[in-house]
């Protein structure tokens, strides 16, 4: 039976050492409390660190029965990869970037070093518990080299990842040294899910830019892969918390508290302690209320919880002194005899504790300046049975895309806090009701186990599309089967697109020219009498005259307008018009003087528009743009517009790649067929071919129609290099 291999850097359940041993609790924060529900709900394994030092073997096999009991499987980290990995680059590096407090950030090598090494750590431990049908799902930002890792394991492993924090915008990521190995290690996925859409965008618009990968509906285009990415906002389990809520032990539990307060009114605030939970500016937004409402004082307080985190870690460290100090001076200032304005408690509560601290408060006040979702805001809500009670939430944290119906604020306008609590006091019962109403209905609707559904079906799903795109590499094997076909063939076809195959992109088109090498291996193997060398390509005839017209090879120029047998007169492939042209260069004259880097290219039959030195984002807007004016006024005329890699070209319709190499195939199609390219024009040449002949896309074969798939032009010289030995050999026999 296939399970699911749930992986994360904190496992739910956390060891101690205490006078007594080692004790097992419940660990805190979203991603355990969250996953918690679904893990235990089904016969799923979950793979994670502990929490804490144990190096001692006896210790270790104590607690890794234990755990195993309960479907864990620890992953022990020494006392130098914690530092280094998990306070280091993990919470001294990436979270701070992620969460926009770059400033905060450590570039250090060492850490780099060993988030490697525990990656690869947590991918041995999976490996030697996942079978070949499970489901592998790996968690959060301490681990984003794991998908990668585990899929050069497992080429065809069903994976996904989900990130728990924000994913920042590109500038953000951009000042981190090993951005892009990082993007690559989350691209081993089969799916990538975010909380929000916008962490969703800043991850695509990433990835173009740093990698260079296209993406299109969600769906990156890597050199291997289809990945799918999508937003899943997580959702809590309702059901626990409402039902909790509802029990005798809660109810006593509030009745134990409120004697506390008597009759004022309760502001609640829940947290690890951490910088980017804004605890600090919510002190102080109490402090304004208490300021500027006086009628307040004594009739209002604030509960507030900080459960200890991260507290080797330098910032967590001074933000804790910070918030003492703060509490301290407000409460000197404003307590009466009667009257404590700030209850504060630096630890964590028990399950039922907390339902029934939620049960009480009159408010949340969940103001974090970043937040990749906040759970505390719905299990406030999925507690309220009462349909009491007012939500504060910070626009900042993921939760505040989906609870509209909160009141939302900016957590540094303090301001706003200000009057949004004296607003929530004053809040009548009636509007706390319709409210909390519509916040319980889509809390109850999105739970955890939903977002558990809508996450696997997709991956599911993600697989499905992979299957359909699915392109091999051409393995040794295959490469083999090749050459045996070649080197029997007495009549050979080789259709050799230029650009991205035969040499490399540039960014300027004319610096493309072939090097002596290139020249050298066409010549050769243009002079075998059973070869016919085609080089086929989008550019102008004169261009690819003047680079390789002294060759004994074939050419299809202009995708199929132009074409020349070796040595002969070009031929037009048939009547065409170029009286359309001076109106289309005008439009694309103007998208031009919009876009700096733009430049256009005439051809006899057509007109591209490039667009490859241009800003990646600007590019593929504009890019847009331009496509949705030359569709329309190219609808009804015998023009069709083609989309190329950073290029739209003008051209006449039903003229490709595909119906100029039909013409190579006539009267009889060679023995040996290989064709060989890049981009989406040289689809319509491997659509063109019989199913046996060799079809080999060059980079991302994420969508080809071809039947392998190599890396690059270094791959594609290799391979023409060795069908040029084995014709050598040949001859030499
Ligand atoms: O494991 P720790 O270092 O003690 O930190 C606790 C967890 O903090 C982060 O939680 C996030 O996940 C929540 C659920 O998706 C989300 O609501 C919250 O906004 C995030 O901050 C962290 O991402 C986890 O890995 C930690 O375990
Ligand atoms: O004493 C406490 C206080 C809080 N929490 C839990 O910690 C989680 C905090 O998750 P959230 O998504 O709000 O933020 P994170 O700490 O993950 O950044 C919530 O599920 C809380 O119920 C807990 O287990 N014990």
């Not at 990082?182 to 695509?204: K, N, P, V």
């Not at 404590?340 to 509560?349: M, V």
């Not at 289309?584 to 919009?594: P, S």
Request: negative net charge.
């Amino acid at each position: 039976m296939s399970r699911t291999i749930i992986v994360s850097n904190r496992l739910p359940t956390k060891v101690q050492r205490t006078a007594n041993g080692l004790t097992f609790q419940p660990s805190e924060g979203g991603l355990a409390t969250g996953l918690g529900s679904i893990y235990r709900a089904a016969d799923n394994v979950w793979i994670g660190w502990p929490g804490l030092v144990v190096s001692d073997p006896g210790e270790q096999q104590q607690v890794t029965q234990r755990l195993q009991a309960d479907s864990m499987a620890p992953v022990f980290l020494t006392e130098r990869e914690i530092q280094d990995y998990y306070e280091g680059f993990s919470n001294g590096t990436l979270w701070p970037t992620f969460h926009y407090f770059s400033e905060y950030a450590l570039y250090e090598e060492v850490h780099w070093e060993a988030y490697v090494a525990v990656n690869r750590k947590f991918c041995e431990a999976v490996l030697e518990l996942a079978g070949p049908d499970d489901t592998i799902w790996v968690h959060d930002y301490q681990l984003l080299l794991l998908p990668e890792m585990l899929r050069r394991e497992r080429p065809s492993a069903t994976i996904g990842f989900f990130l728990h924090i924000p994913f920042p915008s590109y500038e953000l990521l951009r000042e981190l040294p090993w951005g892009a190995e990082l993007l690559e290690g989350m691209l081993g996925a089969d799916l990538i899910g975010f909380h929000t859409f916008s962490y969703q965008r800043h991850f695509l618009s990433a990835v173009s830019h740093m990698l260079g990968y296209p993406n299109q509906s969600g769906q990156v285009e890597t050199p291997s892969r289809l990945v799918l990415v999508d937003a899943f906002p997580m959702g809590i389990d309702f059901k626990q918390y409402a039902e909790t809520a509802n029990t005798e032990a809660v109810a006593r539990q509030i009745l134990a508290y409120r004697e506390g307060f008597r009759e004022g009114r309760i502001v609640l605030s829940i947290d690890r302690l951490d910088y980017t939970k804004g605890i600090a500016q919510r002190l102080r937004a109490f402090e304004g209320l208490l300021q500027r409402h006086p009628e307040w004082h004594g009739k209002v307080s604030l509960l507030m919880v900080v459960v200890p985190s991260r507290d080797q870690v330098a910032q967590y460290q001074s933000l804790k002194e910070e918030i003492d100090e703060l509490v301290g001076r407000l409460n000197a200032q404003f307590s009466t005899m009667s009257w404590t304005p700030i209850h504060y408690f630096y630890r964590s509560f028990p399950f039922e504790e907390l339902v029934a601290l939620y049960r009480l408060a009159d408010i949340a006040l969940v103001t974090p300046v970043r937040d990749g979702m906040n759970l505390v805001a719905k299990e406030y809500i999925a507690c309220r049975n009462d349909e009491r009670g007012v939500l504060i939430l910070s626009e900042r944290a993921g939760a505040a895309h989906e609870l509209s119906d909160a009141l939302l604020i900016n957590p540094t306008d303090t301001n706003h806090l200000v009057e949004a609590l004296n607003e929530a006091l004053l809040m009548p019962e009636e509007e706390q009701g319709r409210r909390m109403g519509h916040l319980r209905a889509l809390v109850e609707q999105y739970d955890v186990f939903a977002w558990t559904k809508l996450f696997m079906d997709r991956l599911a799903y993600s697989k499905i599309k992979q299957h359909i795109y699915a392109t091999d590499s051409l393995d040794q094997e295959a490469r083999a089967q090749l050459q045996a076909r070649y080197e029997t063939a007495n009549s050979r076809l080789l259709l050799l697109d230029y650009d991205g195959t035969l040499v490399r992109f540039e960014s300027n088109p004319q610096r493309a020219q072939p090097d002596a090498e290139l020249l050298r291996l066409l010549s050769s193997l243009a002079d075998d009498p059973r070869n016919r060398v085609v080089i086929i390509s989008g550019r102008d005839r004169a261009t690819l005259e003047k680079w390789l017209g002294h060759l004994p090879v074939d050419f299809i120029a202009e995708h199929g307008v132009w074409l020349r047998r070796a040595r002969e007169e070009w031929q037009l492939f048939q009547e065409l018009r170029a009286d359309w042209k001076p109106e289309v260069r005008l439009l694309m004259e103007l998208y031009v003087r919009r876009t700096a880097g733009a430049s256009i290219e005439e051809k006899d039959y057509s007109l591209a528009w490039h667009y490859r030195r241009v800003d990646a984002d600007l590019g593929a807007v504009r890019a847009r743009e331009l496509l949705s004016h030359l569709s329309f006024i190219t609808s009804n005329t015998e023009l069709q517009v083609l989309e190329g890699s950073k290029v739209l070209e003008v051209k006449n319709a039903g003229i490709n790649k595909g119906t100029a190499v039909a013409r190579w195939l006539q009267p009889e199609p060679p023995e040996f067929i290989l064709a060989l390219g890049d981009g989406r024009t040289d689809e319509d040449t491997f659509k063109a071919l019989p199913a046996e002949a060799y079809t080999i896309k060059v980079g991302n074969a994420a969508r080809s129609l071809a039947r392998y798939c190599v890396g690059d032009s270094d791959d594609v010289r290799s391979l023409l290099q060795s069908l040029l030995v084995i014709g050598e050999v040949e001859i030499l026999a």
